[in-house]
Every structure is written in structure tokens, then in C-alpha cells.
């Protein structure tokens, strides 16, 4: 593979990281809210952490679309047989392979650690979810980063 690939692939990556930063932290704060509102004012049971993980995906992959459809764009311009534009299909494919392979492993993972922190148990998620809310966003952006770090577009 090429170098060229690689820098492609891992600004997109860095991207994909700077993005889950934010939404993590936004969606955080709206978990929060509607935590405290649903159990310390209404006084019902939490709602589920389970559905943070794919709010947040889906957040996030409205900017990876942004970002795709840029550099698709970019490469209907300007790539024509005649030359060797950086952004050739083999980029497109790597960048859409990472993504897939990275989106479904963060996915799996924030399933696991959101089931795990509504454990009863180690949480105590009824009666403090605020840290729970807090520890499951932590940990997924940690997930995420190391999940983004690892060069899956190789697999091409």
C-alpha cells in the first residue's frame, strides 16, 4: 500500500477522533441532564446507557459522511486516466474499509462496557448513574482512540 494511502487514511482517522471527542462530550451532558431529570425529579427507574454508543455513532458518521463525500468529490474532479491523482478508488475503498471494520468494533465494545456498567453491581447505576454516565463516556473515547489507532485499512 501506498504512503499516500496511509496519510489519507489516518487524517480521516484523526478526524474520526477530534469528532468523537466532541460528540462523546455532547452527548454526555444531554445523558446527564436527562438523568437527573428522570430520576431525581420524576422519580422513575434511569433510562438505559445502551442507546449512548449508537447516538453517538450516528452523530459522528453524519461528519464521516461530510468528510467522504469530500474527498469523493474531490476525486470525480480531478482524477482522470491520464493521471495519478492521490485519491485514486483504492484510497476511497481503504478509508471506507477502516471505517466500517472501526464503526463495528466501537460499537460491540460500547455494548459491553454499557452493559457492564448498568451492572447492578459494580455501578450502582440506579441510584448513581451520573458516574456511570461519566465512566462510560471516558471509556469509550479510549476505546475509540485506540480502536482508531490500529490500521485496519491494511486488511485491503
Not at 462530550?25 to 436527562?34: A, F, I, K
Not at 467522504?68 to 495519478?84: E, G, Q, V
Given at each position: 500500500?501506498?504512503?499516500?494511502?496511509?496519510?489519507?487514511?489516518?487524517?480521516?482517522?484523526?478526524?474520526?477522533?477530534l469528532?468523537?471527542?466532541?460528540?462523546?462530550y455532547v452527548?454526555e451532558?444531554?445523558?446527564?441532564?436527562?438523568?437527573?431529570?428522570?430520576?431525581?425529579?420524576?422519580?422513575?427507574?434511569?433510562?438505559?446507557i445502551?442507546?449512548?454508543?449508537?447516538?453517538?455513532?450516528?452523530?459522528?458518521?453524519?461528519?464521516?459522511?461530510?468528510?467522504?463525500?469530500?474527498?469523493f468529490?474531490?476525486?470525480?474532479?480531478?482524477?482522470?486516466?491520464?493521471?495519478?491523482?492521490?485519491?485514486?478508488?483504492?484510497?476511497?475503498?481503504?478509508?471506507?474499509?477502516?471505517y466500517?471494520?472501526?464503526?463495528?468494533?466501537?460499537?460491540?465494545?460500547?455494548?459491553?462496557?454499557?452493559?457492564?456498567?448498568?451492572?447492578?453491581?459494580?455501578?450502582?447505576?440506579s441510584?448513581?448513574?451520573?458516574?456511570?454516565?461519566?465512566?462510560?463516556?471516558s471509556?469509550?473515547?479510549?476505546?475509540?482512540?485506540?480502536?482508531?489507532?490500529?490500521?485496519?485499512?491494511?486488511?485491503?
Amino acid at each position: 500500500m501506498e504512503l499516500s494511502t496511509h496519510v489519507t487514511v489516518y487524517i480521516v482517522k484523526i478526524f474520526r477522533m477530534l469528532t468523537l471527542l466532541m460528540v462523546f462530550y455532547v452527548v454526555e451532558r444531554v445523558y446527564l441532564e436527562r438523568y437527573i431529570t428522570r430520576v431525581f425529579i420524576e422519580d422513575k427507574k434511569p433510562q438505559s446507557i445502551v442507546p449512548f454508543i449508537f447516538l453517538c455513532i450516528v452523530v459522528e458518521s453524519v461528519g464521516f459522511i461530510t468528510v467522504f463525500a469530500t474527498l469523493f468529490a474531490i476525486k470525480l474532479k480531478y482524477d482522470t486516466p491520464h493521471n495519478a491523482f492521490i485519491l485514486d478508488g483504492g484510497v476511497i475503498m481503504a478509508v471506507l474499509l477502516d471505517y466500517a471494520i472501526s464503526t463495528v468494533l466501537i460499537i460491540n465494545l460500547g455494548v459491553v462496557v454499557a452493559s457492564v456498567i448498568q451492572n447492578a453491581h459494580l455501578f450502582r447505576y440506579s441510584h448513581d448513574g451520573l458516574r456511570g454516565i461519566r465512566a462510560n463516556s471516558s471509556v469509550m473515547l479510549g476505546v475509540s482512540v485506540v480502536l482508531l489507532s490500529v490500521p485496519f485499512h491494511m486488511l485491503m
